[in-house]
């Protein structure tokens, strides 16, 4: 059965079965753990991942999908849900390995579903906008680099692992794709994740200015005197702009900051 692509559910299916085996090749579960698939759609990739791990479980939202996944595969464990509103704790058996074709329309939103609860999972294999891949994956001091690098790097580390053409989907997307693996096997920043995600956010709200301009605001309520303010800047080369510095030096920064030791 086929069912006709909803453009508002993000629908692209995966046609092709050299890309479908490498996006599963792409999974290195434990042998403890649970693999979890996002947006299984109608099956293309599910097929080859539950016949390497049968435990696996699914979060679909178009319930004509989630019907035609339960009649192919009867035994298969469905969640019939959004994915933003699915609460990770629920997955029992072990770190999660989450793997998926996402729906584009909401790639930020699931990167940092998982980020946020990194702690629960090993591995994350998502297909995604290749310029969203490109983000994730830049360097200080090249246009792609911004927040989406600077989050991702500082909780997992991922890898870029191969392009995608627009070919291989039906309905055809507008953009090219690629895979990323993001692996959870990074020490914790062990600072304060809503003070490192302001900092990160405010720094690169205004990417032309020098860090000492665009952080101005917080820098004003945690440092008050001018004095003291102007040599915290020259101790940490606040003359700098956000994107040349490393994920780690936002860590840095933000203890410095906040006076975390
Ligand atoms: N895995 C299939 C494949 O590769 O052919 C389908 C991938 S398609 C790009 C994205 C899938 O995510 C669709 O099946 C869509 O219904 C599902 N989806 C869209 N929004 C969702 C949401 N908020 N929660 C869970 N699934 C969602």
Redesign the pocket.
């Known amino acids: 059965m086929q069912i006709t692509?909803?453009k508002s559910?993000?629908?692209?299916?995966?046609?092709d079965s050299n890309i479908?085996r490498k996006?599963a090749d792409a999974v290195i579960a434990p042998e403890n753990g649970k693999v979890v698939?996002?947006?299984?759609?109608?099956?293309?990739?599910?097929g080859v991942l539950l016949q390497r791990f049968p435990g696996l479980e699914v979060?679909?939202?178009?319930p004509r999908?989630a019907d035609f996944l339960q009649q192919t595969y009867p035994g298969l464990t469905i969640h019939r849900?959004?994915?933003?509103?699915?609460d990770w704790n629920s997955f029992e058996g072990g770190p999660i390995s989450v793997v998926?074709?996402?729906?584009?329309?909401?790639t930020s939103p699931?990167l940092f579903s998982v980020l946020d609860r990194r702690e629960l999972f090993t591995q994350a294999v998502f297909?995604m906008q290749r310029e969203v891949a490109l983000r994730l994956t830049a360097q200080p001091r090249t246009k792609d680099y911004g927040i989406l690098s600077v989050q991702t790097q500082l909780w997992s580390r991922p890898e870029y692992l191969f392009t995608v053409s627009r070919n291989v989907?039906?309905p055809r997307?507008n953009v090219e794709s690629a895979v990323v693996r993001l692996t959870f096997d990074t020490p914790d920043p062990g600072v304060d994740r809503s003070r490192l995600k302001l900092v990160v956010r405010t720094a690169f709200s205004q990417r032309r200015k020098t860090l000492n301009n665009a952080l101005k605001p917080i820098l004003k309520e945690h440092i008050p005197d001018d004095a003291a303010r102007e040599a915290f800047a020259a101790e940490h080369q606040l003359g700098r702009r956000a994107e040349e510095l490393q994920p780690n030096e936002f860590i840095d920064l933000t203890r410095a900051i906040y006076g975390e030791p």
């Open positions: 692509p909803k559910l993000g629908q692209h299916f995966l046609t479908i996006i698939e996002i947006g299984p759609g109608t099956g293309a990739v599910t979060v679909e939202i178009d999908a849900q959004d994915i933003l509103k699915t998926g074709n996402l729906p584009y329309y909401i699931i297909m989907f039906h997307p």
